[in-house]
Each structure stands twice: as structure tokens, then as C-alpha cells.
């Protein structure tokens, strides 16, 4: 079974991105903080993530993403935000892992879409 991380300050969203990746027959991993979501990455059996944007605490899944790309951790994502016109989204541009982002709010199916494509064939 895909193990899919979802890193999102919101308990909220949290909860629903689980629901719809359970639906998909995925199994989710859930981190509300980015000490959680290292702690879930060292475990090193995620295929994929779903990172939010703003994540509060100076912390931005651009930053977090470019961090864990340079310390070789960085597994495929999506960024999902409330702010899709952000001025750092382009630093992620090259990145052969990103696989695009999701203007919030979004259809459940965008999402389950861009799980199936970034799911290991």
C-alpha cells in the first residue's frame, strides 16, 4: 500500500487530505508540524507527499522542500496552498520531484489525480 505524507499546519485540511487518500486505497501519514514530517520521512517508507504551502513558524514548504532536496530526503510532492501566486513557487521549478501544486480550494478529484500521477509504477 502508497504511503502518502501530508504535512499541513490546518487540523482541519489534515484530516480531509486524509480521507480522500484512504479513499484511494492509500495509507496516509499524517504531520501537523515540520519536526512530525522529519520524523516521518527518517522513517524512510513514504512514497510520496502532500506539503502545504504556509506552513506558520517561518517555515514554507518551498523552503522545506529545497532543504530536503539539498540533504537527499525529498520524496515526489505537491504543494497545496491558499496563496498560488506566491513569489518563491518558482524555486521549485526544476525540481524532478515537484509535481505541481494545487490552488486551495480544490476539487478532491485534482488531488486524487496528482496522487495517481506521482504514484510509482
Not at 532536496?69 to 526544476?94: A, Y
Request: glycine share 8%.
Amino acid at each position: 500500500m502508497l504511503q502518502v505524507l501530508v504535512l499541513d499546519n490546518d487540523p482541519a485540511m489534515r484530516d480531509l487530505l486524509a480521507l480522500a487518500i484512504q479513499h484511494q486505497e492509500m495509507k496516509p501519514r499524517l504531520a501537523g508540524t515540520v519536526t512530525e514530517a522529519e520524523q516521518e520521512l527518517a522513517q524512510g517508507d513514504l512514497d510520496m507527499m502532500v506539503l502545504d504551502l504556509n506552513l506558520g513558524g517561518g517555515h514554507t514548504g518551498v523552503s522545506l522542500a529545497l532543504d530536503w532536496h539539498k540533504r537527499g530526503c525529498l520524496i515526489p510532492f505537491i504543494i497545496v496552498t491558499g496563496t498560488p501566486k506566491h513569489e518563491s513557487l518558482h524555486e521549485l521549478n526544476g525540481l524532478n520531484l515537484y509535481f505541481g501544486l494545487l490552488p486551495k480550494p480544490f476539487p478532491i478529484v485534482d488531488l486524487l489525480a496528482s496522487l495517481r500521477e506521482m504514484a510509482p509504477s
